[in-house]
């Protein structure tokens, strides 16, 4: 080949696994492409047996005509046990682009996180087994990721023009799950249960390792931590046709949806916050009443209000904003002293109103109006650590968006 022909940019090429045509499969054709985005779908599946092979030889003829990506099909079998593995084994060995891996503990998320960890492709998706989601709608899925438009993809069955078919219990739980998610994590995704999403690979290795759930609330997590990245969520409406045969335990999984739920509103910085103003204000009105039998009420509350100060700058240092190590501890208390010396001002002009008042108030009249002035000072030092003290460059999108070729 001579210089001038050759390619100025390297091709990756892709091996292809030898074919074994299966009964009822359309081989693929020779156009599928071996170099650009690999695509890979993962099917999570337990206890599958009489179902897996028809799906994913239909997913399998599905995108040997008309996905224009190069892909693969990965089957997610988390501790069957029944004939599922043997069956995918099967399928993997007579159908090219498909591989199965088997796995020994439960949960569609511990399968996803395991296949999406070892996987070398460009763009990963996971769809349930039962195929309920017109498969149609796989390449806007991960088109929307291969042009570089979003980073994360998922169906909805909310949409307007998305036509779906199930119970109207299934249906009232996934909306009031839904809302519950913009209620209380302020969630703007539509649809976080369907079971037909994808995200970019780099953005998968970086959420990854903050994903706690291995179960059902794995892609509602995914779905969170994308939103608080600023990440780009694509969503595409979906016709959708509900499985009778599904094997999901909707107590259980509701259950768990709920304790992902509330781990993940407890995580938030403005709840951590919450959460140690109170303990910081009970801390606080306790050690002025202790003070004031010997103190006056002006010195009793710098003491008391200077004590929590402390502790509240140190707890939010390392419980609200995740900060560890001695990297700006000096620098943040001191920017938390001159915080105080803010809360000391609204709290002691609220005393010296209180004694213009009433020359002798009563203790709890006291520890009232201090606690009242206390909780007004939480608002200006909640805005004070946020983006002063305790002010930080938080990993964005631009950070978790690979540099495209």
Not at 140 to 166: C, E, F, K, N, Q
Not at 240 to 262: E, N
Not at 268 to 277: C, D, E, L, T
């Amino acid at each position: 080949m001579s210089p001038a022909s050759a390619s100025s940019e390297p091709v990756r090429t892709r091996a292809r696994p030898e074919l074994v045509p299966a009964v009822g499969l359309v081989p693929e054709s020779d156009a599928v492409p071996a170099h650009g985005p690999l695509i890979e779908i993962v099917v999570p599946v337990y206890n599958e047996e009489a179902t897996l092979e028809r799906s994913i030889l239909r997913l399998h003829g599905f995108l040997g005509r008309e996905m224009p990506f190069a892909w693969r099909i990965v089957i997610a079998d988390n501790a069957s046990t029944d004939a599922t593995p043997q069956i995918a084994r099967e399928i993997a060995r007579r159908c090219g682009h498909v591989s199965s891996m088997r796995l020994l503990v439960k949960g569609r998320g511990h399968a996803l996180r395991a296949a999406w960890m070892a996987s070398d492709a460009d763009v990963l998706c996971y769809m349930d087994v039962d195929l309920s989601t017109d498969l149609r709608a796989v390449l806007p899925l991960v088109a929307a990721l291969v042009s570089g438009h979003s980073d994360v993809a998922i169906g909805t069955r909310l949409a307007h023009s998305s036509r779906v078919a199930r119970g109207r219990k299934r249906e009232l739980i996934s909306r009031s799950y839904n809302h519950l998610l913009r209620l209380t994590l302020r969630a703007r995704f539509s649809d976080a249960q369907c079971g037909f999403k994808a995200v970019r690979a780099d953005v998968a290795r970086r959420l990854l390792p903050s994903i706690r759930d291995n179960g059902w609330f794995f892609d509602t997590e995914l779905l969170v931590l994308a939103e608080q990245h600023g990440l780009r969520i694509h969503e595409i409406p979906v016709d959708w046709t509900d499985d009778p045969d599904s094997r999901v335990d909707i107590v259980s999984t509701a259950i768990g949806d709920l304790q992902g739920i509330a781990r993940l509103f407890t995580q938030r910085p403005v709840v951590r916050f919450m959460a140690i103003g109170v303990i910081s204000t009970l801390s606080y009105a306790v050690l002025y009443l202790l003070l004031r039998t010997s103190l006056a009420p002006g010195v009793s509350n710098a003491i008391a209000l200077a004590i929590t100060a402390i502790g509240n700058t140190q707890a939010n240092r390392t419980f609200t904003f995740g900060l560890r190590g001695r990297s700006g501890l000096v620098r943040q208390h001191a920017a938390g002293a001159l915080v105080y010396v803010l809360a000391l001002s609204l709290t002691g002009g609220a005393l010296d109103v209180l004694q213009a008042l009433d020359p002798h108030p009563a203790r709890a009249v006291e520890v009232t109006v201090l606690v009242l002035a206390s909780a007004f000072a939480t608002v200006t030092r909640y805005l004070a650590l946020r983006s002063w003290v305790f002010a930080r460059r938080a990993p964005d999108a631009h950070e978790l968006r690979a540099p495209r070729a």
